[in-house]
């Protein structure tokens, strides 16, 4: 069951500690994760928002091994990369988990309380789920605190094995730590939530209303903005909130100083508290620019075909991003449904995907003994995931 753990640090986000505690918690442990070193990117970019970066050279093969962390504060950037590289980590298979994989097809195993692949949004490969084998592991539904076999595939990452199908390729989507266990499943409720709403948006292009930056009164959100600003960064904040109504906010950013086309980044954050949700979608873009002038993210790929496409033709491709909004709202006027513990969130947030008819949320629980930093991947069924993979497309996507 559940515990009522506390939120005690409101600053950038909400947590259990405060990221100075975090980080002398985590620290001793990074060499027993791989962890080489830690280091501050944030020179690298003129903003000045914190950037950290952690670095691991024996990530699986298919898995990159530099990871970022960002944060209002220092501390806070540099505590999210280091639990970044324990998700990372942790998300890995190892030959005990391979031990305690479960194989077998729905009719020929004894999965009596199994999720079925089809709700996880199959791409269309032409596999058969009923009688082909499939590598299952142990889930917990938070609902009932039943245990639910889910697909190995869906849980960790990457994903490989001799002889068993693969549903799609792997992805991190839903993968969180945290101080407590508590507090990692409501951050991977909370990124599933929010690659489902990118998802919407991303694929059917539909306007949505911009955030009023002028009305906007927390000090730290306006203290960002005006970085950006400095910098002659064009930030706008894009409430990208589908259905369920937890916040999501974009923060899609315009060099116009540089007109780097690699530099038309964008951050995209979510959480029951809406500033909240706008604090880590502008701290990601700070990340994303970061890790870009960096060169070291294995995804730079994309940078090298957006420079060859140019700035004004990267800008009318994305016009969905950079086009001008027709609609305008107040932070303040968006529902802070936040709570004091990290139950009370969960609830809450369950409650508020139950109404959209998403009853099962799945936790399978990856922390691994010889660091004890509570690792979970959360699957929520049926959201949509075609911001991680566009050929993964659900049913509120073909409406």
Request: charged fraction near 25%; include cysteine; charge should be neutral.
């Amino acid at each position: 069951m559940l515990n009522e753990v506390p939120v005690k640090y409101f600053g950038c986000t909400h947590r259990a500690v405060a990221p100075e505690k975090t980080i002398e918690n985590v620290e001793p442990k990074l060499r027993a994760a791989g962890v080489t070193r830690v280091a501050e990117i944030t020179h690298l970019d003129r903003i000045g928002i914190p950037v950290y970066s952690a670095i691991r050279p024996g990530a699986a093969e298919g898995a990159v091994s530099i990871y970022a962390g960002k944060g209002a504060t220092k501390s806070q950037a540099k505590a999210s990369a280091m639990m970044e590289s324990f998700e990372r980590f942790s998300a890995e298979i190892t030959d005990l988990d391979r031990k305690n994989f479960v194989r077998g097809n729905f009719e020929e195993s004894d999965l009596h309380n199994y999720l079925d692949p089809d709700k996880l949004i199959l791409p269309k490969l032409g596999f058969n789920s009923k009688t082909e084998g499939l590598e299952w592991v142990k889930a917990v539904d938070i609902t009932n605190d039943k245990t639910v076999f889910v697909p190995a595939n869906a849980v960790y990452h990457p994903y490989d094995s001799e002889n068993i199908s693969k549903l799609f390729q792997s992805n991190t989507n839903g993968l969180a730590s945290g101080n407590l266990i508590e507090e990692a499943i409501f951050h991977g409720m909370m990124e599933v939530v929010e690659r489902d709403a990118w998802s919407i948006f991303e694929a059917r292009h539909k306007p949505k209303p911009e955030i009023n930056l002028e009305t906007i009164e927390n000090p730290l959100i306006n203290n960002i903005l005006h970085l950006f600003k400095k910098a002659g960064i064009h930030v706008k904040l894009v409430n990208l909130t589908a259905d369920v109504e937890i916040t999501t906010i974009a923060a899609v950013s315009d060099d116009t100083v540089l007109k780097d086309p690699a530099l038309l980044t964008l951050g995209v954050g979510t959480h029951l508290d809406p500033e909240v949700a706008v604090i880590r979608a502008l701290t990601e873009v700070a990340q994303s620019r970061a890790t870009q002038i960096h060169g070291t993210r294995e995804d730079t790929v994309r940078a090298v075909f957006m420079r060859k496409a140019g700035y004004e033709r990267m800008k009318r491709i994305n016009k969905h991003w950079f086009g001008e909004s027709q609609s305008e709202v107040d932070l303040k006027e968006i529902r802070n449904y936040s709570g004091k513990t990290f139950k009370e969130d969960i609830e809450t947030s369950q409650k508020l995907l139950g109404k959209q008819g998403f009853k099962d949320i799945l936790y399978v629980d990856l922390t691994r003994q010889e660091i004890q930093i509570p690792v979970v991947r959360v699957l929520i069924p049926e959201m949509e995931l075609f911001s991680v993979d566009v050929n993964r497309a659900g049913k509120r996507l073909k409406k």
